[in-house]
């Protein structure tokens, strides 16, 4: 069974700094990409960040230049520096993985953020 379990959460003015990190164990192949989702209250789910094995990332245009996602393929981990922090980045942030058995999520962490 995959466990993914996330930390690094918590309440921060605005232009501040967090760093998300998630830990997971249970099967999971060597190849997969690794995510970050995010959901604001009265908005949908939306992709902050992924990285593959390999490397690459990718960023939603609202975090580029402010957020780095990174991963330790070793341990299975992957995280998420969040630096100049706006109020508009509050939300439950949630680590996700997939690869080929499946898709597996962990249980969110609360960001907020204040003015």
């Known amino acids: 069974q995959v466990q993914l379990v996330e930390s690094g959460g918590g309440l921060v003015q605005a232009g501040g700094s967090l760093r998300l990190s998630c830990a997971a164990s249970?099967?999971?192949?060597?190849?997969?990409?690794m995510n970050w989702y995010r959901r604001a209250p009265g908005k949908e789910r939306e992709l902050v960040a992924s990285i593959t094995t390999g490397g690459s990332a990718n960023y939603a245009d609202s975090v580029k230049g402010r957020f780095t996602i990174s991963r330790d393929n070793a341990k299975t981990t992957v995280f998420l520096q969040m630096n100049s922090l706006k109020p508009e980045d509050t939300a439950v942030y949630y680590c996700?993985?997939?690869?080929?058995?499946?898709?597996?999520w962990g249980q969110g962490t609360q960001v907020t953020v204040s003015s």
């Open positions: 996700n993985i997939r690869d080929w058995r499946g898709n597996y």
């Open positions: 249970g099967s999971i192949s060597s190849i997969n990409t």
